[in-house]
């Protein structure tokens, strides 16, 4: 854990191989789908990140759905939210807690990129910058179906971002010449800084690319952003 760390520390993100075994993935895998595929309850979760870049309506590119524990609490159950906050612990510090938790899907042949941007450009300014994002493949993940990559992080300021149209992913300009890709095996994932540039490719496999998210941070700024309203449920927008 040590060489992860000082990766981590050093590049703004690293990767761990296996966070738990690819046996484990198949109840967490029952939740997921239940959830992708139930559109009703989770009208007020729910979005597509390719904003107007899709133009058939009935087919989601990219869809995300923030908090999926508040739909299904019992998902909280699963080893991968007590495995992530483990490591988010031994990566900055005993006080982290889960903010929040997301999925993420690809559709097969969307071919939809992520475009490149920051987390934090998604959060409020807060006095202490710590977080950290858990991305874990539910599927073997690689460039041809939309695997992250990653620049390494120079300092914590937030470049400049702007939304797709129709609420879609907010995006930022910068040099990616020296960026990298991460593949994963199904249970492994990425941890990232929230000032680390990333981005994935579009989906251009028959299979879909699931992948589910954490987001770590102190416990006294998640209180701070209960209190100022934040919860990750709302209209997504550059709020720094």
């Given at each position: 854990m040590d060489?992860?760390?000082?990766?981590?520390?050093?590049?703004?993100y690293t990767k761990i191989d296996q966070l738990f075994d690819s046996t484990e993935?198949?109840?967490?895998?029952?939740?997921?789908?239940?959830l992708l595929n139930d559109k009703k309850r989770t009208a007020?979760?729910?979005?597509?990140?390719?904003?107007l870049q899709n133009t058939d309506k009935t087919i989601e590119r990219i869809?995300?759905?923030?908090?999926?524990?508040?739909?299904?609490?019992?998902i909280l159950n699963h080893i991968a939210y007590k495995k992530a906050l483990d490591c988010a612990k031994k990566l900055l510090g005993d006080d982290m807690e889960?903010?929040?938790?997301m999925l993420i899907n690809k559709a097969p042949y969307t071919n939809t990129p992520t475009p490149w941007h920051q987390d934090a450009a998604y959060w409020i300014n807060l006095p202490d910058k710590r977080a950290v994002s858990c991305w874990?493949?539910?599927d073997n993940v690689y460039e041809n179906n939309g695997c992250m990559w990653f620049l390494p992080v120079k300092d914590q300021q937030i470049l400049e971002h702007t939304n797709l149209p129709n609420e879609g992913a907010l995006y930022c300009d910068a040099d990616t010449t020296n960026a990298m890709p991460v593949p994963l095996s199904i249970g492994g994932?990425?941890?990232?800084?929230?000032?680390?540039?990333h981005y994935s490719r579009g989906n251009t496999t028959n299979s879909q690319r699931r992948a589910l998210i954490f987001n770590f941070r102190p416990k006294e700024m998640i209180k701070l952003e209960r209190n100022q309203g934040i919860d990750h449920t709302g209209v997504r927008k550059?709020?720094?």
């Open positions: 060489i992860i760390k000082n990766e981590f520390l050093t590049n703004g993935v198949e109840s967490l895998l029952v939740i997921y789908t239940s007020h979760l729910r979005s597509d990140l390719a904003g869809t995300q759905v923030m908090r999926p524990s508040l739909v299904e609490p019992k889960l903010d929040f938790d874990i493949a539910l994932c990425t941890f990232h800084d929230g000032f680390t540039l550059q709020r720094s």
